[in-house]
């Protein structure tokens, strides 16, 4: 009977404490109890543009199997708030020097898109070891030129390894005749691709039975092509203060060998941090062997780096504006 008597009064207090916490849940002390919403956000189907293209080749959106393939990746890519915000805060640092390179390459510009499905534009290592933006496997890229040592990876030096996708891509765009197929390859390779080909008689992309990953690849690729060319139809709503800029840069001669790359770092008047953050293919804290060749060291502006010596208010905008005027619209002449 006590039991009973005491699970009664338990249950009306968590009944007073759950009243309590709306009375009180918008923090005004008011004592007149919440309103709880009737409604909810509207969640709405994405839609996508007539004429759709990648690299200039049409996109079947006709094919039934295509337009829901398309349509769950604009489905991921606009209900996943966080990381397509942080894509089109990332791309307006490094997407212009991107587009300068593929275009000294000829390599059409959609494809700074599948630099961005495939790292989210950071240097992250894939578990079967693929390296930084362009993931890039360690094979790969010694073939393309790269060096890549215990003190070297140049798969992480940006300019770099975008030229050794260019390389790739354009490969595989002679031997398929399509920049969507040597997308595709970039996945699973140009022998993976080619061999499929082969057993379904087919040669367009979008006719392949492919395994899943590389089924959803391109439409990955169209799918954030589609939200980055009009953000604000998929309820992106991000202002130039919200994008990452560009850190003002000086490049000098690295010469070996360097016992101490910290030491070298304030030297030239920053810290050990700022360094590896703009020369990430310096894998180690020194640098004593290499290739015969000159190493270039990129210096950023040391008032971006530091707890005590950060940008002012007044330099930010300033910076902002010359953002627009990339050092890279030269490369492509």
Same mark, same amino acid.
């Given at each position: 009977?006590?039991?009973?008597?005491?699970?009664?009064?338990?249950l009306?207090?968590?009944?007073?404490?759950a009243?309590?916490?709306?009375?009180?849940?918008?923090?005004?002390?008011?004592?007149?109890?919440?309103?709880?919403?009737t409604?909810?956000s509207?969640?709405?189907?994405p839609?996508?543009?007539?004429?759709?293209? =990648?690299?200039?080749?049409?996109?079947?959106?006709g094919?039934?199997?295509?337009?829901?393939r398309?349509?769950?990746?604009l489905?991921?890519?606009?209900?996943?708030h966080?990381?397509?915000?942080?894509?089109?805060?990332?791309a307006?640092?490094?997407?212009?020097?991107?587009?300068?390179?593929?275009?000294k390459?000829?390599?059409?510009?959609d494809f700074k898109?599948?630099a961005?499905?495939?790292?989210g534009?950071?240097?992250?290592?894939?578990?079967?070891?693929?390296?930084? =933006?362009?993931q890039?496997m360690?094979?790969?890229?010694?073939?393309?030129?790269?060096?890549i040592?215990?003190?070297?990876d140049?798969?992480?030096h940006l300019?770099?390894s975008?030229?050794?996708?260019?390389?790739?891509?354009?490969?595989?765009?002679?031997?398929f005749?399509?920049w969507t197929?040597a997308a595709? @390859?970039?996945?699973m390779g140009?022998?993976?691709l080619?061999?499929?080909?082969?057993?379904?008689?087919a040669?367009d992309y979008?006719?392949l039975l492919l395994?899943?990953?590389?089924?959803r690849?391109?439409?990955?690729?169209?799918?954030?092509k589609?939200?980055f060319?009009?953000?604000t139809?998929?309820?992106?709503f991000?202002?130039?203060?919200?994008?990452?800029?560009?850190?003002p840069?000086s490049?000098v001669?690295?010469?070996?060998?360097?016992?101490?790359?910290a030491?070298?770092?304030?030297a030239?008047?920053?810290?050990?941090?700022?360094?590896?953050?703009?020369?990430?293919?310096?894998?180690?804290?020194?640098?004593?062997?290499?290739?015969?060749r000159?190493?270039r060291?990129?210096i950023?502006?040391?008032? =971006?780096?530091?707890?005590?010596n950060?940008?002012?208010q007044?330099?930010l905008p300033?910076?902002?504006?010359? @953002?627009?005027?990339?050092?890279?619209?030269?490369?492509?002449?």
């Open positions: 009977m006590k039991k009973a008597h005491l699970s009664v009064i338990m009306a207090a968590v009944v007073v404490i009243r309590g916490l709306l009375l009180f849940a918008d923090g005004t002390g008011i004592t007149s109890e919440k309103e709880l919403p409604t909810h509207p969640v709405l189907s839609t996508y543009p007539k004429g759709l293209s =990648f690299a200039g080749e049409v996109v079947p959106v094919d039934v199997d295509v337009a829901e398309l349509d769950r990746e489905l991921v890519n606009t209900y996943w966080s990381n397509t915000v942080l894509s089109l805060k990332r307006n640092r490094y997407f212009p020097m991107m587009e300068a390179i593929l275009k390459n000829g390599v059409p510009e898109y599948l961005l499905i495939e790292s534009l950071t240097n992250v290592v894939s578990p079967a070891g693929a390296t930084g =933006f362009w890039i360690k094979a790969t890229g010694i073939q393309y030129g790269l060096e040592s215990s003190e070297i140049e798969r992480y300019e770099r975008t030229e050794v996708a260019c390389l790739y891509l354009k490969e595989a765009y002679t031997k005749g399509s197929a595709a @390859s970039y996945n140009m022998g993976g080619q061999k499929q080909m082969n057993r379904q008689n040669n979008y006719d395994n899943a990953e590389t089924s690849y391109v439409f990955r690729i169209l799918a954030v589609v939200i060319e009009n953000p139809a998929y309820g992106f991000l202002d130039e203060k919200d994008l990452y800029t560009k850190v840069e490049e001669d690295l010469s070996l060998p360097a016992e101490d790359l030491e070298f770092a304030s030239h008047g920053i810290s050990y941090k700022a360094l590896k953050i703009h020369n990430p293919w310096l894998r180690q804290s020194y640098l004593k062997t290499g290739k015969q000159s190493y060291v990129k950023p502006d040391a008032r =971006f780096y530091g707890s005590n950060g940008p002012s007044k330099v300033n910076f902002i504006d010359d @953002s627009n005027n990339s050092e890279y619209e030269d490369v492509g002449d």
